[in-house]
C-alpha cells in the first residue's frame, strides 16, 4: 500500500428501516472508490448499532448471509482530534496470568465515507458525532441532513425560497385526532399522500382518495414516525428526477430522469427489489425510465434552477438527488430532497461523463476542503465570566 493512501472509512448499513438498502449503496461506494488514492475500510453497521469491519464485512455474501462471526467490532472514541477506529483485543496470558482485554488502535482514518440512509445516518445523528470529533466526513453537515431529513422542516425553508410545492399540512402521533386530520385534508383536497415525516425510500407511505383510506394511511404512517405529513396530491403525474453535485455556489445538475413503470409512486419494492443479480444492476438504476427525462428545453432548465436552489436552500454538500411532480398544465413542484440517494445516484452522472470512481472522488475532496472550513472557525472566547459570576446566580 502507497504511503501517501489515505484511509477512508466508508459507513453502511444502519439502525433504520433503509439498512439494506444502505448496505447496498456502501459495497458499491467500496467497490468503485479509486485504489490507486484509498484504501476503502468498510464499516457496517448492524440493525443493533454496532459497527463492524475487517475482512469478512468486504464480502457481501457474508453480509448477506450474515456469516459476520469473523469481523470486528470497531469504534469511534468520542475525543476530538481523535481519527483512530479502534477495537478490543485479548492482551497478555501466560503461565500464571490471565489474558485480559485491551483497547488498540485498528486503524488510523483520514475521512468518513458516509453512507448510511435513514435514522441515525441521514438525519445528522452521525453527522454530528464525526463533526465533534473533527474527522473529515462526506455529505450534509449536521443542520442540512436535519432539515433535509424532516420533510416538514425542508419544506418550510423551501417555502422561505418561494420554491413551489403542493399544499401540506403535519400533526404529532401523541395529538393525533382523525376528525381533524380529516378536516385538513379535506381543506386542501384529495387525492393526498400520507407519510412519517422522517423517512425515505417510500417506507410508510400511503395515497389516500377518501376518508377510509386516510384513515388506514395515517395509521400506517405514525407506525413508523411521531410526526407525520399529508401532503395534496397531483393530478395524473409525471415524476422528475433530478441530481446536484457539489458545494455552496460550486454546484453541478446531474440529467434529469423520469420513471415510467409507476402509476402513484414509486414504493420501497419498486425501488429497490426489481433489480437483477449485480452491485449496479439494483435499485433506481435498475429502473425503466427516460433518460434524459423527455420534457421540453425550457422545463429541464427550469427543473435544474429549482434543484440547485433547493440544494442550496437547506446548505447540502455532495451528492442530492431532488424529486419533483409535474401536472397536467406542465407546472412544476418540488417534491422533496434526497440528502443521500441510493447509489448516490451515480447513474444521473454517468452520462454526462462523471463515472462512479469520479463521483465519489469529488465528494471526498468536499470533505477535506468543508473540514479546512471548520478549521477557520472560533470555538472558544476568552472571558472573565466564572470570576465574575457566584455560582447559583441567574445567568
Known sequence: MRSNMKNIAVLFGGVSVEHEVSVITGMQVVENMDKTKYNPIPVLVTKEGKFLSGDAIKDFGN?????????????????????????????????????????????KIDAVFVALHGTFGEDGAVQGILQFIGIPYTGCAVNAAAVGMDKVIMKDVFKSQNIPMTDYFYFYRDFY???????????????????????????????????????????????YDRKIIVE???????????????????????????????????????????????????????????????????????????????????????????????????????????????????YLFEPMGISFKELIDRQIDLAFRRSKEFEKNIYSYDTDLFNSTSYGAKL
Not at 69 to 94: C, H, I, M, S, W
Not at 178 to 204: C, H, M, Q, R, T
Not at 276 to 288: A, I, L, R
Not at 294 to 305: A, F, L, S
Open 177 to 223: 385526532k382523525f376528525d381533524i386530520v380529516k378536516a385538513e385534508a379535506e381543506k386542501i383536497g384529495y387525492p393526498v399522500f400520507v407519510k412519517p415525516a422522517n423517512l425515505g425510500s417510500s417506507v410508510g407511505i400511503s395515497k389516500a382518495k377518501n376518508e377510509a383510506e386516510l384513515k388506514d394511511a395515517v395509521e400506517v404512517a405514525m407506525h
Open 232 to 346: 395534496k396530491s397531483v393530478e395524473k403525474p409525471r415524476e422528475i428526477n433530478c441530481a446536484v453535485l457539489g458545494y455552496e455556489d460550486d454546484l453541478q445538475a446531474s440529467l434529469t430522469e423520469e420513471p415510467i413503470t409507476w402509476e402513484d409512486f414509486l414504493t420501497y419494492d419498486d425501488k429497490y427489489k426489481s433489480g437483477g443479480k449485480g452491485s449496479k444492476s439494483v435499485g433506481m438504476k435498475n429502473q425503466k425510465k427516460n433518460l434524459p427525462a423527455n420534457i421540453p428545453d425550457e422545463m429541464t432548465e427550469e427543473v435544474k434552477r429549482l434543484a440547485k436552489l433547493a440544494f442550496r436552500s437547506i446548505d447540502a454538500m455532495g451528492v442530492a438527488r431532488i424529486d419533483f411532480l409535474v401536472d397536467e398544465n406542465e407546472k412544476v413542484y418540488v417534491n422533496e430532497i434526497n440528502t443521500l440517494p441510493g447509489s448516490i445516484a451515480f
Open 63 to 107: 453480509i448477506k448471509r450474515n456469516k459476520l462471526e469473523d469481523a470486528k467490532e470497531v469504534f469511534f472514541k468520542p475525543v476530538r482530534g481523535d481519527f483512530n477506529l479502534y477495537t478490543e483485543e485479548e492482551q497478555g496470558g501466560g503461565l500464571f496470568s490471565k489474558k485480559t482485554s485491551g483497547t488498540v488502535v485498528f486503524a
